[in-house]
């Protein structure tokens, strides 16, 4: 069950997304021994989904100050301001250096032509065709199959191997032969994207599991901003398939059963190009005052309304959200408006890291949204995303790869020890969920999960519920000790590796619920009915949680406010 092949890497990265390509990109300039293990084949990452676009400031009103400006604001101050810095400063080279690469974004001529999308003051976000994200991961990918980074696809991870807070590397299954294969490394850096399967209605594909930050948690990591959930406002109803916010920057009108831009009342300046937090809050206002739509299968909606719209502008700029209409609901956008509900798309909260992206644990690394610097604070504002894994991915691996040096003698007696320490609770659990009494199935505790998570930690929420949650959950957990897989097969057990996936989704269920029920204020996507106000004076930090020997710790952190002073949104 163990493979007895020695893997050893200076730089190990985990994921094979834009953050997790960036990073062992960056760490091979500084190092020969870089590897990226991945769960999924890399043209298959969540990045690849990513269709709206990328933040870089462009054109000649623009600026980086306004960049900067709009992203600590769009944040609800709660992003760290030094963070935002580095990632808007950054920007203009990441752009060059995509180019560089092959990346082609949409121009006019020699000149780029952005978008404006939500709580940004000018057009800034770049678009490559209508697949931004599979642009950009093509081109990184193409470096990366010619370059001395070794890949390894198809592994689960599935604990870090951690002693005296310091890093020795990871265990993973192999996923082809359900082996247990140990990954040995100087450093490790984590890159394994969002966690948004914990809800119903998610953009999130079904690889968003969370593994990342529950691998680092339970091997002391602090998480950060866990209460911060981004609900984003169009999805298709049923589906929840995003509407990406370029149909809105298009000039795509939200409307209610009266046929009113209701945004007028919540967002009179910015109207459809709010921030998402603002929008989705909104919607459930307009929800709960009886004017939106209703649909005989899947309740509640509203219209997004392109018909205003010329043709050609949505036959050369809105093309593939026509394709999405007319292939997945019959609806030809030029003539009929898509039935739209928000849906949950990103998480601002992760793994707590330094401007380097260390994070607490000695020799670990964290990049992507996996991690939390915060350049997000309490809302991300879109575009904003892709440019973070690249930023923070470059400086993730160089970081990485620079203290790997540092390491003249990596300590294999403690790694082989911590590999049989792991090998010893991987039989025990192989054990019990193969011979359990019980015949609990993974999908009924993930159904339940998902459940609870969408109805008490969504867009609205009070201590009431978020009690229920927690009390839900704690029960789940329970129930984890009587699932039973009757798949007992060493090749390709996808059942087995559902297990450790429920597993993870579980514990950042409880987590995110500790976070939000902590939070006593509203701000950005954190929306509490019982404290509907932000507070400044009291709850202007982040929030922390530990994994301790009988649970957990919560702690705060100050919020650098190193350039942009308080002030109350409005848009």
Known sequence: MLDSNIHFSDVLVIGSGLAGQSSALAASKYSNHVTILSKVSVMRSHSVAAGGGINSVSGYEDSIDDHFVDTVQGSDYLADQNAVKILVKNAPFEISFLEELGVKFDK???KILPNKFGGAKFARTLNSSFKTGLSIMDSLFDSIKNSNISLFEGFHVIDLLVQNNTCFGIMALDMKNSQLTPFFSKTTILA????????????NSVICTGDGLAIAYRAGASLKDMEF????PTSLIGSNILITERARAKGAYLLNNKGERFLKKYAPKSMELAPRD???RAIIKEIELGLAFEDAEYGSYMELSFTHLPEDIILQSLKDIRDIGLHFTKTDII????????????MMGGIDVDLNCNTDVNGLYAAGECACLSVHGANRLGGNSLMECLVFGRISG????IYSQSISNFDYDIANQLVLKQESKFKKTINS????????NISHILKEMKIIMTSHASISRNKKSLQHAKEQLSKLQILMNDIRINNSDTYSNIELCS???LHNMLDLSEIIIESSLERKESRGSHFRLDYPIRNDKEWLNHILIKKTDSGFNLSTKSVDLSDLSLKTRNY
């Open 108 to 110: 006019i001529g020699d």
């Open 192 to 203: 394994t994207g969002p966690y948004g399967y914990l809800f119903n209605n998610t953009t």
């Open 229 to 232: 959930v981004q609900f984003h």
């Open 278 to 280: 603002i929008i989705s």
């Open 335 to 346: 003539t009929e408006p898509l039935k739209v509900i928000p849906a949950q798309h990103y």
């Open 398 to 401: 160089k970081s990485a790869s």
């Open 433 to 440: 969920i193969l011979n359990s009494s019980e015949n609990l």
């Open 499 to 501: 297990y450790f996936e």
